[in-house]
């Protein structure tokens, strides 16, 4: 006999459609770039109507703050006292920044610098997460020193660097990614 199948109430299928148009969002971002997000775009790879786009989102930039939100969140560094090395933490921001989906914040802020309703809407998510991942709050136990957070400061730019190199070569690292990872690391274990 047949199992009857379980209707999903109301806020489940909305937070799945809003899942699915922040997860179409970012695909986008990520393999044609800001200048390919449309609403028809991304209702087209989520499988729903403008309509259902609309009834949950006001805007195309209200879509995207709460996309990079649920990428943040996916991002976000470890537990407080899980790691507990200069080198752990680089390793943790390294495995955010390397991620290919990483692409996807890097075209937003690019965007957000030249669009002021995208500026208006991500923003705030966008100084929420530089909050989260400052080295006052990030792991204060490892940047006790002026000297730690200013190394932490060029590492975390230099990986930028590279995400941002990955992402005009196609998501491919460059040929010198694993050198500057290297010497990053290298320093980190001398301080």
Same mark, same amino acid.
């Given at each position: 006999?047949?199992?009857? /199948?379980?209707?999903?109430?109301q806020?489940?299928?909305?937070?799945?459609?809003?899942?699915?148009? +922040?997860?179409? +969002?970012?695909?986008?971002?990520?393999?044609?770039?800001?200048?390919?997000? /449309?609403?028809?775009?991304?209702?087209?790879?989520a499988g729903v /109507?403008?309509? +259902?786009?609309?009834h949950?989102?006001?805007?195309? &930039?209200?879509?995207?703050?709460?996309?990079?939100?649920?990428?943040?969140?996916?991002?976000?560094?470890?537990?407080?006292?899980?790691?507990?090395?200069?080198?752990?933490?680089?390793?943790?921001?390294?495995?955010?920044?390397?991620?290919?989906r990483?692409k996807?914040?890097?075209?937003?802020?690019?965007?957000?610098a030249?669009?002021?309703?995208?500026?208006?809407?991500?923003?705030?998510?966008v100084?929420?997460?530089?909050?989260?991942?400052? &080295?006052?709050?990030l792991?204060?136990?490892?940047?006790?020193?002026?000297?730690r957070?200013?190394f932490?400061?060029?590492?975390?730019e230099?990986?930028?660097?590279?995400?941002?190199?990955?992402? /005009?070569?196609g998501g491919?690292?460059?040929?010198?990614e694993?050198?500057?990872?290297?010497?990053?690391?290298k320093? +980190?274990?001398?301080r």
């Amino acid at each position: 006999m047949a199992r009857p /199948t379980e209707r999903r109430s109301q806020a489940d299928r909305s937070a799945s459609t809003r899942g699915a148009l +922040a997860d179409a +969002a970012v695909a986008v971002l990520v393999e044609r770039g800001w200048a390919a997000v /449309t609403v028809a775009e991304v209702c087209s790879r989520a499988g729903v /109507t403008r309509g +259902a786009f609309h009834h949950h989102y006001a805007t195309l &930039p209200a879509l995207l703050a709460d996309a990079l939100e649920r990428l943040y969140d996916e991002f976000v560094p470890p537990e407080p006292g899980s790691v507990t090395t200069l080198v752990e933490l680089l390793d943790a921001n390294w495995a955010a920044i390397g991620d290919a989906r990483f692409k996807a914040v890097l075209e937003a802020w690019l965007a957000m610098a030249n669009d002021p309703a995208l500026l208006t809407e991500i923003g705030p998510v966008v100084a929420s997460f530089a909050s989260l991942v400052s &080295p006052d709050s990030l792991a204060p136990s490892i940047l006790r020193t002026k000297a730690r957070k200013d190394f932490y400061a060029m590492a975390r730019e230099s990986m930028l660097g590279l995400a941002l190199g990955r992402a /005009t070569n196609g998501g491919a690292p460059l040929p010198h990614e694993g050198s500057v990872l290297a010497l990053l690391r290298k320093e +980190a274990t001398a301080r």
